[in-house]
């Protein structure tokens, strides 16, 4: 008797730089293309300048200002739906931009017990510096993250004009991602089905 297949596991894509004239777009188009091919993943990509966060947070034990729910209820929903995250962060001065610490912070229990990759772009670093500061972050907040990341070296000439990939091992490493990615989306759901996540 053959097992059936899986539900596919929800991946929400946040995508963490809110500059004026970014690159964010061109590395989130080629990776919800990548996203796209597999038959076990299905992605939602978070777009934190489309969905702004307040950037008050009330006094502990008070609610929070006016307005703020309206606009938390553009992004927490959907972060408490995935089953994993992929943050598609660029790298400001050796970190990560604070508008995706922003939202990381606005929200708690829809990181617990989930895996978290990173695709991150720059230059000489790709990123790289920004990925280890979030890897200690999402450890606080009881999420797994998975060893695999894709990152973009000098991103601006990895794309052509159209923002097409030109890096053949971008796809390799974007298949070892979503590969490791999976396994630990699909292990720590099924363990979360079993029982409650207690933090």
Not at 110 to 138: C, D, I, N, T
Request: glycine residues 6%; negative net charge; charged residues 20%.
């Amino acid at each position: 008797m053959s097992t059936p297949p899986a539900e596919p596991l929800r991946v929400a894509v946040l995508v963490g730089s809110t500059r004026e004239g970014r690159f964010a777009p061109v590395v989130t188009k080629w990776l919800a293309g990548q996203l796209d091919q597999r038959d076990d993943l299905r992605g939602d990509v978070v777009d934190l300048a489309e969905t702004p966060l307040p950037t008050v947070f009330p006094a502990f034990g008070q609610q929070p200002p006016p307005g703020t729910e309206e606009q938390l209820a553009l992004v927490s929903p959907r972060l408490a739906a995935a089953d994993a995250f992929v943050l598609v962060t660029p790298e400001y001065n050796h970190s990560f931009p604070a508008s995706l610490k922003n939202a990381i912070d606005w929200h708690n229990e829809q990181w617990h017990g989930k895996p978290v990759a990173f695709v991150s772009y720059g230059g000489r670093s790709g990123g790289l510096r920004a990925v280890e500061q979030l890897r200690v972050v999402m450890a606080e907040l009881n999420a797994t993250t998975i060893r695999n990341t894709v990152s973009f070296h000098d991103a601006w000439s990895r794309f052509d004009a159209d923002g097409t990939c030109t890096d053949p091992a971008a796809d390799t490493a974007a298949k070892a991602l979503f590969d490791q990615l999976a396994w630990w989306g699909h292990a720590l759901r099924d363990a979360r089905s079993v029982r409650r996540y207690v933090a």
